[in-house]
C-alpha cells in the first residue's frame, strides 16, 4: 500500500462498558497470544494448520518510538481480530506477520511482494486486503471471503435484496442449472474478483413458471446473458458476446471495474486511492444523513448516470460519517469545511487540490452546473499544479519585490557616498585655503621680523661709526 495506516478506529475494548446484557459486550483481548511470527523454519507449518491464513507482510518498525507505538496498535487490532476468528467453527482462520526486513525470503516464497500490506490465503486464492487496519473492519472482510463466490437468487424477497445494493459493482447471471458449463465460467469468473466484485445467478426452473423465472423475467435476462451494474446505477450493461467463456468475463470486468461513482469506504480506501486517474482524483464529500448532503448525493448519481459511458470520469464520494478520526486531517490539508458538501480535484501524490466554490454549502450547483465544472477538470483547465504555478509566481514576484529594494538602497548609499565625498572635498579645500593664508601670515611676520632686524643692525652699525669718531 502507498498510504501509511490510517489512525486505528475503535481498535480495542480493553475496560468495556457494562451495558447490562452480556450479548451487547464488545469482546476484550483476553490476553492470549493467536498471532504468528512467522519465519523460514516455521511458516510452512504454522500455515498448514489453518485452512484460510491472514498474514499481515509488515515494515520493520525500528527504532523509532512512534513506530513501535504504531506496530504495536496493529498488532493488537491483529490479535483481537484473530481471537474472535478463533470462535468461527466453519473454518480454522490463523493469522501471521511477516518481517519486511527479517524475513523478507519467507515473503518472496509466498508472492508478496508489497509491505505495509495483508494478504488472506485461502485454498485457491490470496486476496489482497486493502482497508483500514482496524479489527472490526478485518473480520468483516473475512466473513465476505468466506462467503460463496456467487449468490444465488431464488424468489423476489432476494431479488429485492439485490436491487437495494448500490454501491457495488454486482454482476447478475441467468443459467440453466448449476451443471451449466456457462455458468461453472460464470462461477470461474467470481472466484478471480471475490469477495470485491459481487456475483449473483438465477436458474432456469423445472417447472414452468416458478419463481426463479420471475426472477429472470423482473431483471430482463435472456439465458445465458450476464448483465453488468455499476455502482449507483439502475441500468445495467449487457455484456457482450454470450455465452461467455471464463476468460471473457474476466477480460470485461476488468475493462470496466473504475466506476463513474464510487465510495470510499474502510474495507477498500487504499484501493480506491491507488487507482487514480492521470495521478489525480475527483473527490466528493457529501454526508448522506444529511438533507444538503443528500441532495448533493443525487446530484452527483444523476451526472454519474448521464456520463457513465466516459472512461475518463471516475467521482470517489466520501462519506464524512465513515471516518470520523480523519475529518480533522482533510479539513486542514484541503483546507476545506466538511460540515457542508463538497467537490474538489486532488492530487493523489501530494494531495494538492481545487475546490468548486459551493458558497458553504448554500448553494449547490444543479447538475448542469456541475458537468461543466467535471469539463473544466478533464480538459486540464482546472488543474492543481496550477496553483503550485501560481506559489511559484508569488515567490517570483516578492523576490523581484526584493531586488527593487535592494536597488533603491544601494542608489541611496550611492548618493550618500557622492555627498560625503563633496563634503570631504570642501572641506579639504578649505583647510587648503586656510593653510594657504596661514602661511601667508607666517611670510608676513617673518619679512616683518628680518626688516625690524635689519633696522636695528643698520642702527648698531652707526651706533659704532659714531664711537669711532
Known amino acids: 500500500m502507498k498510504w501509511t495506516w490510517v489512525l486505528v478506529v475503535v481498535l480495542l475494548s480493553f475496560g468495556s462498558i457494562s451495558l447490562g446484557k452480556d450479548s451487547l459486550d464488545f469482546p476484550e483481548y483476553d490476553g492470549k497470544d493467536r498471532v504468528h511470527d512467522l519465519n523460514a523454519k516455521n511458516y510452512k507449518s504454522v500455515m498448514k494448520k489453518y485452512d484460510i491464513m491472514v498474514v499481515y507482510y509488515h515494515d520493520h518498525p525500528g527504532s523509532s518510538r512512534a513506530a513501535q507505538r504504531q506496530f504495536e496498535i496493529e498488532e493488537l487490532a491483529l490479535e483481537l481480530a484473530a ?6 467453527d466453519d473454518e480454522d482462520i490463523g493469522v501471521g506477520l511477516i518481517d519486511a526486513k527479517h524475513d523478507k525470503a519467507v515473503a518472496k516464497k509466498l508472492g508478496l511482494d508489497e509491505s505495509d500490506s495483508i494478504f488472506v490465503f485461502t485454498e485457491d486464492e490470496v486476496i ?37 445494493i448500490e454501491e457495488d459493482i454486482k454482476l447478475v447471471g441467468y443459467f440453466k442449472s448449476h451443471k451449466s458449463e456457462h455458468f461453472e465460467a460464470f462461477a470461474d469468473a467470481a472466484e478471480e474478483f471475490h469477495p470485491h466484485i459481487l456475483f449473483y445467478a438465477t436458474f432456469n426452473p423445472k417447472i414452468s413458471g416458478g419463481e426463479k423465472r420471475r426472477v429472470a423475467k423482473a431483471l430482463d ?44 469506504q474502510p474495507h477498500n480506501m487504499y484501493e480506491i486511492w491507488e487507482d487514480d486517474v492521470d495521478g489525480e482524483h475527483i473527490i466528493a464529500f457529501a454526508e448522506e444523513s444529511d438533507p444538503d448532503g443528500f441532495e448533493f448525493l ?14 475518463d470520469l471516475s467521482i470517489v464520494w466520501i ?19 466538511l460540515s457542508h458538501p463538497q467537490i474538489g480535484v486532488v492530487e493523489a501524490d501530494d494531495a494538492d487540490s481545487v475546490w468548486l466554490d459551493m458558497d458553504d454549502g448554500e448553494d449547490l450547483p444543479s447538475a448542469d ?40 538602497d544601494d542608489d541611496d548609499d550611492d548618493d550618500d557616498d557622492d555627498d560625503d565625498d563633496d563634503d570631504d572635498d570642501d572641506d579639504d579645500d578649505d583647510d587648503d585655503d586656510d593653510d594657504d593664508d596661514d602661511d ?19 642702527d648698531d652699525d652707526d651706533d659704532d661709526d659714531d664711537d669711532d669718531y
Open 221 to 264: 435476462l435472456k439465458l445465458n446473458e450476464v448483465d453488468f451494474y455499476e455502482p449507483f446505477m439502475d441500468e445495467p450493461v449487457v455484456v457482450p458476446g454470450k455465452p461467455y467463456s471464463e476468460e471473457e468475463l474476466v477480460k470485461f470486468i476488468e475493462d470496466h471495474d473504475r466506476p463513474t461513482l464510487r465510495k470510499l
Open 298 to 311: 443525487e446530484i452527483l448519481k444523476q451526472v454519474a448516470e448521464d456520463n457513465t459511458d466516459n472512461p
Open 319 to 337: 462519506d464524512p460519517d465513515d471516518f470520523p478520526l480523519l475529518l480533522p486531517h482533510w479539513e486542514k490539508t484541503f483546507g476545506i469545511d
Open 440 to 458: 601667508d601670515d607666517d611670510d608676513d611676520d617673518d619679512d616683518d621680523d628680518d626688516d625690524d632686524d635689519d633696522d636695528d643692525d643698520d
Open 83 to 88: 481471537q474472535v476468528l478463533d470462535e468461527f
Open 128 to 164: 489482497e486486503y486493502d482497508g483500514e487496519l482496524a479489527a472490526d473492519t478485518l473480520v468483516e472482510f473475512i466473513y465476505d471471503v468466506l462467503e460463496d463466490p456467487v449468490e444465488i437468487i431464488d424468489n423476489s424477497k432476494e431479488l429485492k435484496g439485490f436491487k437495494n
Open 369 to 408: 452546473e456541475l458537468e461543466d465544472w467535471l469539463e473544466d477538470v478533464l480538459s486540464g483547465e482546472i488543474d492543481p499544479d496550477d496553483d503550485d504555478d501560481d506559489d511559484d509566481d508569488d515567490d517570483d514576484d516578492d523576490d523581484d519585490d526584493d531586488d527593487d529594494d535592494d536597488d533603491d
